[in-house]
Structures are given as structure tokens and as C-alpha cells.
């Protein structure tokens, strides 16, 4: 393997702390925490920061923290790892209160950032590179819980429901020139890179119809809210032939609450429904064409309706320039043959909202069995899940920040955002 002695020296580093980063991920396994509640997770990690000598900043996006090596004179690598949990009751290490579970493998992702942190750190080449590299502990990805999201927001103590989000809005990426971060490929027990996996974005709504309540034997002299939503679920289905099929346009919902008891009309139905797409203008055109059905059902039958649109995340603009340096590293570790190229992702991430803004990868590492959010999603293998993917993003790092900083500014000048912060922010909040 052709590695520098700035490289040898990280990656003996990493591997000398192997047995420490497998632990970290199983305990963080073992104490699945939901968003923005991510305090024992959070804790963790700042005593890892700490052991390791690095200034920290926590209480940023109120659970996150990160800590920077290095000068900002140059260019600033940002190394992410997820905090929270997905509720999955049914996986073998589920809370059995809340039902939160690592079934994501963000407890993965504390690990390879912690990891990719200790052999930058102790190796003692940062002093060698032109720039810094900031270690970020991400809350809140999983966009669950908006009920309590929204009772931290009442109270001032978070303004967006998406971590990463919310440290955008902080200023927390304002000094960042590129992010990377690494996610568990479902279902890929060998050692694999997927790189240029893009996902969706989505649009987030509460829907509330409103009619009046009479006895069901007497229906005509009511008006039945149930009856608006069945309609509403219809009208939605026939919007689909108007999505075209490169867009990649979702919509699914639930029936949050469907009335009391069955002798009475319906007066009060509410729904919860996601619009994804690919890119934002069809996302945005998309929700305006569910909006009309919503509407139309409810003037179909009489009913008020009450549609609150929260705009979730941004579709994934992955960085080609970026994704080829993480590339020319995995060669380094497996065949090329292990190094897949654009694997779709059909969820959503707050990751994608960092790409819009800057020069972003999250590539797709093996070493796991089972689906994603599923009570068989596992770690099948412990030095490729955990070990393999801290030495990747930590050698990136090292070639971004190398020979002055080359390649980071040449990333860094040819990237082209797709929206300026402030457009961003007003984005989110309509």
C-alpha cells in the first residue's frame, strides 16, 4: 500500500486504539438515545475530546459539540458522526422504555469520527498540514418526536428540527470547507465504499380537518372529517401521474388521529404526510399539488382543513471532486471492484443540507446485515464497520490539507453552492 509516513503514522495510531473504537460503538450501541436528547451520548464523546487534548464546544444545536485541530489558516475539514437513534422496539438493543435503537448505525458514525480523531491527534502530523480539521458530534437526524422538537423550539432552546439544521443556523459551519461523513451500507456484510449515493429531501405536514360532531345515526346533520381525509388520501393518489418519474416523488402518510368513538362523526381527523423528491423545485411543486387535494376534500364535504408545511431536509448534491479524493484512499485498503459508484438512497438526510452549502460526501461503507430501521440491522463486522472507515475519512483529511492545502482549495474554489446561507435559512422558514 502506498502510504506517505504522515499516513503510516495516522493509520498506526488508529490501529493501536482498534479495540477502543469498537467499544465506543458498542456502548453508544447499547445506550440508543432519540434526538436532541442525545446528553449521555453527547457526554461520551467530549470525554473522548478531552483524552485527547482538543478544545471543545459542546451545547451547540443544544446536544452537539465538536472540537478543532490545528489552525484555521488554510482550509478546514469537517469529520462528522451522528448522535442520535431511530425508535425500532423490536431490535435486540432497544430501550425497552422508548424503544430507541441504533438500527441507522449512528453509533457507528461516533465511532469512525472518534476514531479518524485519535490517529489525527496522537499521530502529531497536524503540524505538517495546512489547515485544520474540526470534529463534529451531530444531534437530531432522525426527524421523529416534532412534538417535543416543537416544545424545544416554544422554549427557545432550538429554532430547527434538524440538527445539522440547527448548527447550520448557529454559524457552526460558517469556518468549515468541507464535510465528510460515512453511513452504513444495508445489507453489505463485505468490505465495500459506495461513493456519489444520493438521497431525497422532503416536506414535512400536519394536517387537520375540521368538521361537526352529531350522532353517527344521524350523519346528515354533521360533517364528517373522516370522510375528508379518506377523500384527501384519494385525491393525493391521483396527484402521482402528475409526478414525473426522474424526480423521484414520495408521498406516504398516516392518520395520526382518526376520531373518539364510532357512534359519533369524526369533528376533528389530523394526518402526518412526507413529500420527497430529489430536487427541491419539484419537492416544493410536488407539496403544493398535495396541498390542492388536501383542500379539494375538504371542500368536497364541507370541512375545514388546516395545513402546517414544515420543510425537512434537502435532496443530497454530493461533491464529485470530493468523492474522488475518499476514492483514491479506499483503493489504497480494497479492489476496485469493492468501490461502487451511484447507489440511490431513497430516505433523506440533514447531510444534504450541509451540501448545499459547501463541499459534502457521505460515502456508503460495508460491514453491516439487515435494512436500515429494521430489528435486523447489525454490525457484521467489526474492523470494517467501526476501524476501516475512521482510516478513510482520516487519510482524506490528511491528503486535503497536504502540499498546502492543494487539494481542499482547489475543491473549495471550484465548488459552486447551491444556495447562500441566508437563502438557506429563509428556505426553512417559509
Known amino acids: 500500500m502506498a502510504f506517505t509516513e504522515f499516513e503510516k503514522k495516522v493509520l498506526d495510531s488508529i490501529d493501536n486504539n482498534a479495540e477502543k473504537i469498537i467499544g465506543i460503538g458498542k456502548k453508544v450501541l447499547s445506550n440508543p438515545e432519540l434526538g436532541y436528547r442525545e446528553f449521555e451520548t453527547s457526554a461520551l464523546v467530549k470525554d473522548c475530546f478531552n483524552e485527547l487534548g482538543l478544545d471543545v464546544k459542546d451545547d451547540i444545536a443544544y446536544t452537539g459539540l465538536k472540537a478543532t485541530l490545528g489552525n484555521n489558516n488554510g482550509f478546514n475539514v469537517c469529520i462528522i458522526g451522528e448522535l442520535d437513534s431511530i425508535v425500532c422496539g423490536e431490535h435486540p438493543h432497544a ?15 461516533i465511532a469512525n469520527m472518534l476514531g479518524a480523531a485519535m490517529g489525527l491527534a496522537q499521530s502529531g502530523i497536524i503540524s505538517d498540514l495546512c ?25 427557545g432552546k432550538i429554532k430547527f428540527f ?3 439544521q440547527q448548527l447550520i443556523y ?19 456484510p463485505e468490505k ?27 350523519p346528515y346533520d354533521g360533517v364528517n372529517a373522516l370522510n375528508a381525509a379518506a377523500l384527501a388520501i384519494l385525491g393525493i393518489h391521483t396527484c402521482r401521474e402528475r409526478f414525473r418519474e426522474e424526480d423521484n416523488i414520495k408521498v406516504h402518510f398516516i392518520v395520526t388521529s382518526g376520531g373518539d368513538v364510532v357512534n359519533v362523526v369524526p369533528d376533528k381527523v389530523t394526518l402526518e404526510c412526507q413529500v420527497r423528491a430529489n430536487n427541491t423545485p419539484a ?7 398535495v396541498d390542492a387535494a388536501i383542500k379539494g376534500a375538504a371542500m368536497m364535504v364541507g370541512a375545514e382543513v388546516d395545513i402546517e408545511t414544515i420543510v425537512g431536509y434537502q435532496p443530497f448534491n454530493q461533491s464529485k471532486e470530493l ?30 443540507d450541509v451540501s448545499y452549502l459547501l463541499p459534502t460526501i457521505q460515502p456508503m461503507v460495508g460491514g453491516f446485515t439487515g435494512q436500515l430501521h429494521a430489528k435486523e440491522f447489525c454490525v457484521s463486522d467489526d474492523y470494517t464497520a467501526y476501524v476501516l472507515p475512521a482510516k478513510l475519512m482520516a487519510l482524506t483529511a490528511v491528503r486535503l490539507l497536504e ?9 473549495k474554489k471550484n465548488f459552486k453552492s447551491l444556495m447562500t446561507k441566508e437563502e438557506y435559512i429563509k428556505l426553512l422558514e417559509g
Open 131 to 155: 489547515g485544520s480539521i474540526t470534529f463534529m458530534a451531530t444531534p437530531a437526524e432522525e426527524y421523529i418526536e416534532l412534538d417535543y422538537r416543537k416544545s424545544l423550539r416554544d422554549d
Open 283 to 289: 419537492m416544493m411543486k410536488a407539496s403544493d399539488d
Open 323 to 352: 468523492g474522488k479524493v475518499f476514492e483514491s484512499v479506499s483503493e489504497e485498503f480494497m479492489d476496485k471492484e469493492a468501490i461502487r459508484h451511484d447507489i440511490n438512497m431513497t430516505g433523506s438526510s440533514d447531510i444534504g
Open 170 to 188: 448557529e454559524g457552526e459551519f460558517d469556518d468549515v470547507d468541507a464535510a465528510i461523513m460515512v453511513h452504513a451500507r444495508p445489507e453489505a
Open 162 to 164: 434538524g440538527g445539522k
Open 403 to 411: 502540499n498546502d492545502a492543494k487539494l481542499g482549495k482547489e475543491i
Open 95 to 109: 430501550n425497552a422504555e422508548n424503544h430507541a435503537a441504533h438500527a441507522c448505525g449512528h453509533n457507528v458514525q
Open 192 to 218: 465495500l465504499v459506495c461513493l456519489d449515493a444520493n438521497s431525497v429531501g422532503f416536506v414535512m405536514k400536519s394536517i387537520t380537518f375540521h368538521g361537526k360532531s352529531v350522532h353517527a345515526a344521524k
